[in-house]
């Protein structure tokens, strides 16, 4: 109790000191309370419930989907705290941190400048390699020969890979739930061959032209100052 205690209060502090606009929404801390719960409910099912391993749990969705509402480096951090508090769930806990570190690691690394829906199948990919490599050299540094190496948990590791890519129907229905606004959204609006943009170019060209330029210009000095440059190339653009 004491432990998990900590652990919770250690992201609240980092919320509270480094993400105050995340902090002083209370959907916004519900919304994160909510996927930590949510993956710990399910390794509990998936232990108490079923004989699948537990690595079938697609632990890569909570810095996805964080990743997708607010930043790389929450998204990290949430889900540190997430599988610190799971280890102590799991056999063999060395072996599934070192491994859902490294593929949170990976989530977020893929998502760093999220600029289409593909990126996510991609990371999901990026997943599964990462998982496959961690897993075999754990068990090659457990078993000294790759003989010997259990090559079961890799099926789960490859379902939980896969199982990631729900990350796109769990955005949408967090984003009707919390009435939040993901990158995958804006992303969406700032397609010029939507068709509000195609009727936008032909009824007011001139203006449309101007609009583009502005969200370039604008584009450019958020990635200077290190703004959220998806967010102002949106707002430029309407």
Not at 200 to 209: I, L
Request: with cysteine; hydrophobic share 55%.
């Amino acid at each position: 109790i004491i432990i998990v205690f900590g652990l919770i209060m250690f992201l609240c502090l980092y919320l509270y000191l480094f993400r105050p606009n995340i902090f002083e929404e209370t959907k916004n801390l519900v919304f994160i309370a909510l996927l930590i719960f949510l993956m710990i409910g399910l390794t509990t099912i998936v232990q108490k419930f079923t004989d699948l391993g537990v690595y079938i749990v697609p632990y890569a969705l909570l810095p996805i989907i964080i990743r997708v509402f607010f930043d790389s480096r929450t998204a990290l951090f949430v889900h540190m705290i997430t599988v610190l508090i799971l280890a102590f769930m799991v056999d063999n806990p060395f072996i599934f941190i070192l491994i859902q570190m490294t593929a949170g690691m990976t989530a977020v690394s893929g998502l760093k400048d999220l600029t289409s829906r593909s990126q996510l199948t991609q990371t999901a990919i990026m997943i599964l390699v990462c998982y496959v490599l961690m897993y075999v050299a754990a068990e090659l540094i457990s078993e000294g020969d790759i003989a010997r190496v259990n090559y079961t948990p890799l099926i789960y590791l490859s379902i939980s890979a896969l199982l990631s890519l729900f990350a796109y129907v769990l955005i949408y229905l967090f984003e009707k739930m919390f009435n939040l606004i993901s990158a995958i959204t804006l992303v969406e609006l700032t397609n010029i061959n939507s068709d509000l943009m195609i009727r936008f170019a032909e009824k007011a060209p001139g203006t449309f032209q101007h609009s583009l330029q502005v969200s370039n210009l604008a584009t450019e000095a958020a990635k200077t100052i290190n703004a959220n440059s998806l967010l102002v190339r949106t707002g430029a653009l309407y």
